[in-house]
């Protein structure tokens, strides 16, 4: 199981990073990036923070763990220069909160988080075709997730992307332990979605490919 979109105590999760991947890796997770929530007023603290620690839960554990941080109801004025300011920081992985139905995101996220290259963008709601085409040029991820209230959408998601050419992780958006999902688990939230069998394969290997790209500019 690769999880690229979860969520610790520095912002609204429920674990330590540490116990956060310790739980990981015992049901057997290959890699996790941390992913926690940030604006302008933590973005540099939590990507700092999770930068430390990361690669020494990566070292004691033998796991991939990414330092990264979701860009969350932001002003679209400051999306490019909060991107900037994660990576600067040491966020290795910048996911953007898209535009879920379930919460009152900004009209127009989906777009200028594509724009500003993020590498996942997260339960982006009713995407568009033209923001899915995007994302497929500029090579960005689109979300399924097994995140309740999210979810809801995965079905539009799926299709649009498909469609668009655009390419698909699994995420749980992990708050607390019962989010994490087992290999068996994840496979059927993606068949929920009307993924056909031989597509799901390829959402996986998308993952498996963003973490090498990751691992290899942190080694």
């Known amino acids: 199981m690769i999880d690229l979109h979860t969520h ?5 999760g429920e674990l330590l990073p540490s116990e956060l ?3 990981a890796k015992v049901i057997g997770y290959r890699a996790i990036a941390i992913t926690d929530h940030a604006d302008a007023s933590n973005v540099d603290f939590v990507a700092a923070r999770l930068a430390k620690v990361c690669p020494k839960l990566s070292a004691a554990w033998n796991i991939h763990v990414i330092a990264g941080i979701e860009l969350t109801h932001v002003p679209l004025e400051n999306f490019r220069e909060l991107v900037a300011l994660a990576r600067k920081n040491g966020a290795m992985l910048v996911v953007a909160h898209g535009e879920t139905i379930a919460e009152p995101v900004i009209p127009g996220t989906n777009r200028k988080a594509i724009e500003c290259d993020i590498d ?3 339960h982006p709601g009713l995407i568009t075709p033209q ?5 497929a040029k500029r090579g960005i991820c689109l979300e399924i997730t097994s995140r309740k209230g999210h979810s809801l959408t995965n079905g539009h998601v799926a ?3 498909m469609e668009c050419g655009a390419k698909l992780v699994l995420n749980t958006d992990a708050h ?7 290999q068996e688990d994840a496979l059927r939230v993606v068949m929920g979605a009307g993924i056909p069998l031989a597509y799901a394969r390829l959402l ?16």
Do not use: C, M, T, Y
């Open 204 to 219: 996986f290997k998308n993952s498996e490919a963003l973490v090498a790209k990751k691992i290899k500019k942190i080694s």
């Open 120 to 122: 996942i963008l997260a």
């Open 131 to 135: 923001d899915a085409k995007l994302a």
């Open 176 to 182: 607390a332990p019962k989010d994490l999902l087992r």
């Open 8 to 12: 610790s105590l520095l912002s609204d």
């Open 21 to 23: 991947v310790r739980r």
């Open 159 to 161: 299709k649009v992307a």
